[in-house]
């Protein structure tokens, strides 16, 4: 990993402003009589940063492995409301100073046009009165993820985390699916209010962020906050409609072929999804998390031995919490420490193959992090989401080869048959959350209920005719409160169908020459963002397209992988 130069201890300890701001200042007033002078300055900005980056990152990962715990609570929230308004401000000033310099324009171009770019965006967004507001959404984040954590569903006499529950929807037997989903469903229908009133302080804010620096909406703040420089929001519309046309019939097609083998004659519901044979048990690849990290360190070791090296690196180090349990948040994560060098992983697994390609998923966030760990500037250390959800979406493909570590020969056919439908599965739901929020931050005065109908819209826009909703209304118009994003990163979720056209690409190169494959993967995940996307894509040997045309030749693709393991 890169070193520190010295100028900032590695292990400051941050309890106030205090223990950061002279190595700010010092900053704020250093001499730049040369391009070297700006390059140090730039460097040593990135070191005063990640060492408050790694503590931040530390801090809310103790809250949302222990929700209940008012100690990380505190530690969280001493960060994202007291702290970070205060980095935010004086790094606005920082940028200043650089982009003021005489030397900025002679720095190398090679080098630092993508940094130059970053710094443009950010100082053309910044407005001292949005400080406030960003710290007020952070401690709204942080009382959704201890809301979230909270949520337990009543099963059998036992109060139980949502992912345990999930696994009965895999059920062969119908009425312990639909007796799971109605548990699961009625558990996050009882917070339903708390979840609304808490969005809709969620929108106002991000609303007022936008309207501050000059926004007609949050939306398109947004869009340009998030850096998306290689595509428009009409290009996303554009995708919204391709996913609409050439994915959503492919997706019935998949629920149609799965209501015909539960031999279901009368209306397919949505615990039916899910559901196994008679004849089939859900597919049961480990007991403990122990197994799991244990096998996927295998796995990975048949890839590249230096993959299972990163692994075992951040087990050694503690850098795991994968079981589900009570009081601990929802999803999964990767987080990129950027004094340690390695990240922390976080899951909730239940013993299920969904838990397998999670493990596969966030593992390729983390092998991203090891590749870009020698880069000195933090600013190429973190990409962006298009880009690291296309390193952990390809890892899950590149490994699915290997995955008879967790199976009998017959069960890891059902297991890749699974994942490639679950490829597919991905668009049409992409789809219908980023629309969502669309329309959500470009109707900002909307009411609880238009929001609900605009939902309920969506799911059948995107959610095909197959699956019977009769009845359960209600469920339909609330299921956007299961998608964590909405809440903690808006509109951080389009990238994955981004990304998944990327994985994919990476997927059909590696089936050509796995080698070839394997080191343009890694050689375009080491760019970090050093690079312009659609550069980093073609040093992967990939296009930087998500266009109808390219999009429809993947489908082709998925497809054919689909038939040639007998799903299609």
Known sequence: MYQLSGFIPADLQINSWDDLKPYFEKLLHQDIKSVEDL???????????SVYHEQNARSYINMTCHTNNEDYVKRHELFAVELGPKLETICNQIDKKITASDFFKNLPEERYACYKQSIARDLEL???KNVNVQAELSKMVSEFEQLAGKLMVEYDGEKLPIPMV???????????????WFAIQDTRYQSKDEHDQLFDQMIKKRHELATNAGYKNFRDYKHD???????TVKDVLQFQESIEELVVPLANKLLEKQKNKLGITDSFRPWDSSGKPKDEKPLEPFEKAEELLGKTKDIFAKLDPQFKDNLQKMDDAKLFDLESRANKAPGGYNYGLEITGMPFIFMNAAGTHRDVVTLMHEGGHAMHTFLTNNEPLINYRNTPSEMAETASMSME???AKHWGEFYNEEDFKRARQEHMEGVIDTFPWVATVDAFQHWVYTNPEHT????DGEFEKLMQRFGGTCVDWSGLEKYRRNFWQKQLHIFSVPFYYIEYAIAQIGALQVYRNFK???KAGLEAYKRGL?????????????????????????LKALMDFVSEELASLGSL
């Open 397 to 399: 493909l590149l490994t």
């Open 225 to 231: 906050a998030l850096h998306r420089f290689d595509y």
């Open 166 to 180: 999930s696994k009965k929807l895999l059920s062969s037997d119908r009425s312990e699916r639909e007796k799971a």
């Open 448 to 451: 609880v209920e238009d929001r």
């Open 39 to 49: 390059e140090r300055l730039i460097v040593h900005y990135s070191e005063a940063i």
């Open 126 to 128: 910044f407005r001292e």
């Open 526 to 550: 080491s760019l970090g963002s050093s690079k312009p996307l659609p550069q980093v894509w073609e040093a992967m040997g990939i296009k930087f397209d998500f266009s109808k045309n390219n």
């Open 512 to 514: 050509k020459d796995e």
